[in-house]
């Protein structure tokens, strides 16, 4: 298991329902693939990450789970590149269907997109360039 900086700890997930809830309310949706990606800025100094893996695109839980483990894989790599933003993935119809590459590609160019794109998140950061 990961440790120290390559890890996902605590400090790095969005645990509490009112989290969820103020990201859901308050952030902007970006497209990103099988995935859609709420975004909501936090005053913690670091990002964090929240997962909502809808059992009507994915019915079996090895499904799921496979998608969170892509989703907290592809943050673990690009958090230290993220801005101060809290995170919620949600997941589109076909998403389970998606081969792994096709998913890590799809969150790669969103989290670069909003690394990049930092100060001014007026476009979408997880469209396609």
Known sequence: ??????????????????????????????PAGPFTVIVAE?????PRLGLAIARRHARRATARNRLRRVVRESFRRARNR???VDI?????????????????????????????EAPARRQNPCARS
């Open 1 to 30: 298991m990961p440790r120290g900086e390559e890890g996902f700890p605590r400090r790095a997930r969005l645990l509490r329902a009112e989290d969820f809830r103020r990201v859901f309310r308050s952030g902007r949706r970006y």
């Open 42 to 46: 936090n005053r913690l100094g670091h």
């Open 82 to 84: 993220l801005p101060a």
């Open 88 to 116: 919620v993935v949600t997941t589109r119809p076909g998403a389970a269907q998606v081969p792994n590459h096709r998913l890590f590609e799809a969150l790669g160019r969103c989290w670069h997109r909003l690394a990049r």
